[in-house]
């Protein structure tokens, strides 16, 4: 059985009652049970996780309504559990990065995360001087930035999730860890030129079936991008029961199959300044 992180799970959503627009997200987009949202057991999860072969998964951890059950976990099993940070008020940075190197620095934090779509109605790109501060501050904590591309499930705006706005961020700020994370699409030829372009950006495909995955972006993986393509589920609306056999049945070589399961994440993510590997 081969070595897997799982870099994006979510453990939060039985612990309140969910907005309208994700039950219609789970019903309408997702096709998913009415149990999707439901609390999750720490055995349960742990036994899926052993199934599956996943030696550690990053579980989703808000600032703004921080996850009981996220820093429950990470604290019982340190050694199987990390967590990423997402609800940075970006207008209002100084004590919302302040609270964020405090995080960090008393949790097992893999990585922190802004989905540009999910606030300010979808009004500031990538490019936009808010998102400033979060990049210098990430990039001065060598922590890595996990930014959402891609058109996004909900019915929200999408447009600033194009991945070409990274193209500026990677630019500007090269000591920046950035990830795309839930896929690119439709912009896979975009976000596929851009990992070619710069040494510290990568891509996850959290959120996409493996099977359903752009030849293109398996083409990159089997050639130049065999170190840029990362491995994550969004555990429970993909399960890993689903994903992973469905990665490992892509046909990729082992040392590039590898790389996605497990290796990538673990130097990305779990390792110091490896963007400038």
Not at 16 to 42: C, H, I, N, T
Not at 73 to 83: I, Q, S, T
Not at 220 to 232: H, S
Not at 251 to 262: A, C, I, Q, T
Request: glycine share 6%.
């Amino acid at each position: 059985m081969r070595k897997v992180i799982d870099c994006l799970v979510n453990v939060h959503f039985g612990e309140q009652e969910q907005p309208a627009w994700m039950l219609k997200v789970r019903d309408d987009y997702f096709k998913g049970p009415k149990s999707l949202y439901e609390q999750v057991e720490l055995g349960a999860l742990l036994e899926e996780m052993d199934e599956q072969g996943v030696e550690k998964a990053v579980l989703m951890y808000s600032m703004k309504k921080p996850s009981a059950t996220a820093r429950k976990f990470a604290e019982a099993h340190p050694d199987r559990f990390g967590l990423a940070l997402n609800g940075v008020d970006l207008l209002h940075p100084v004590p919302a990065l302040r609270e964020l190197e405090a995080l960090a620095k008393d949790l097992p934090v893999a990585y922190t995360t802004m989905g540009p779509s999910f606030w300010g109605d979808g009004r500031y790109p990538p490019t936009d001087a808010v998102y400033y501060p979060l990049y210098y501050k990430c990039a001065e904590m060598d922590l890595p930035l996990c930014m959402n591309t891609g058109l996004p499930g909900p019915p929200i705006p999408g447009e600033v999730q194009n991945p070409i706005y990274l193209d500026r961020v990677c630019y500007r700020f090269p000591e920046l860890r950035l990830c795309m994370i839930h896929g690119a699409d439709p912009w896979w030829d975009i976000a596929i030129r851009l990992l070619m372009k710069y040494r510290n950006l990568r891509l996850m495909t959290s959120a996409w079936s493996p099977k359903r995955l752009p030849d293109s972006l398996l083409h990159f993986m089997r050639t130049r991008g065999k170190d840029k393509v990362i491995f994550g589920s969004d555990w429970p609306v993909l399960t890993m029961r689903r994903v992973v056999p469905e990665a490992t049945a892509l046909e990729l070589p082992g040392d590039v199959l590898d790389n996605y399961l497990y290796n990538n994440a673990q130097d990305f993510f779990f390792s110091d300044g490896s963007a400038d590997d």
